[in-house]
T-cell receptor, first 115, second 113 residues
Framework: AQKVTQAQTEISVVEKEDVTLDCVYETRDTTYYLFWYKQPPSGELVFLIRRNSFDEQNEISGRYSWNFQKSTSSFNFTITASQVVDSAVYFCALSEREYGNKLVFGAGTILRVKS | DAGITQSPRHKVTETGTPVTLRCHQTENHRYMYWYRQDPGHGLRLIHYSYGVKDTDKGEVSDGYSVSRSKTEDFLLTLESATSSQTSVYFC????????????FGDGTRLSIL
């Protein structure tokens, strides 16, 4: 069965600190996809990144970076030099090829960035 | 932004009443989904559709039904609302299976008293 665990319920940092959000997943499929979404205080869900199981290259987009490690079933998200606007709930999600595009979400991590 | 409109955006109703939430898309995407968001659970899939009149159950489908008579509309119905169905409901769309990200509507906050 597919499962996503975000063990960090809430993280508080001071502006300009780096912060890493952890995501651990479980799947028996060999083809799967991992996603991160951001939910700012306004409530909408914003897609950040998709990674497929065959591509373990890390990705960097501005201050955001993602580290995908199949060996530890982890897909961690790092924000460098955090800003107040990064304050949001961040969700990691998994979909398996065998089950179509049904997303299974982690419980989310609340990130609070203080000025 | 993906053209997804959810209506209503907020609703308060009483236990035992029927409730229908609507999701309308202008992207002509094949796949549509209904999720509910509750503290400590993230988002959980209620039902999804892979085409007109083609729907299937998700993880938390009990107490809910859906219909899709047109590509652009996906309706979620609570036949007899209960307080446990108080939640924020999100609709999502995607144009292909598997690796395509889903894009979400702005959500409907439903309170059942």
């Amino acid at each position: 069965a597919q499962k996503v665990t975000q063990a960090q319920t809430e993280i508080s940092v001071v502006e300009k600190e780096d912060v890493t959000l952890d995501c651990v997943y479980e799947t028996r499929d060999t083809t799967y996809y991992l996603f991160w979404y951001k939910q700012p205080p306004s409530g909408e869900l914003v897609f950040l990144i998709r990674r497929n199981s065959f591509d373990e290259q890390n990705e960097i987009s501005g201050r955001y970076s993602w580290n995908f490690q199949k060996s530890t079933s982890s897909f961690n998200f790092t924000i460098t030099a955090s800003q107040v606007v990064d304050s949001a709930v961040y969700f990691c999600a998994l979909s398996e090829r065998e089950y179509g595009n049904k997303l299974v979400f982690g419980a989310g991590t609340i990130l609070r960035v203080k000025s | 932004d993906a053209g997804i409109t959810q209506s209503p955006r907020h609703k308060v109703t009483e236990t035992g009443t029927p409730v229908t939430l609507r999701c309308h898309q202008t992207e002509n995407h094949r796949y549509m989904y209904w999720y509910r968001q509750d503290p400590g659970h993230g988002l959980r899939l209620i039902h999804y559709s892979y085409g007109v009149k083609d729907t299937d159950k998700g993880e938390v489908s009990d107490g809910y039904s859906v219909s899709r008579s047109k590509t652009e509309d996906f309706l979620l119905t609570l036949e007899s609302a209960t307080s446990s169905q108080t939640s924020v409901y999100f609709c999502a769309i995607s144009d292909r299976r598997g690796n395509q990200p889903q894009h979400f509507g702005d959500g409907t906050r439903l309170s059942i008293l």
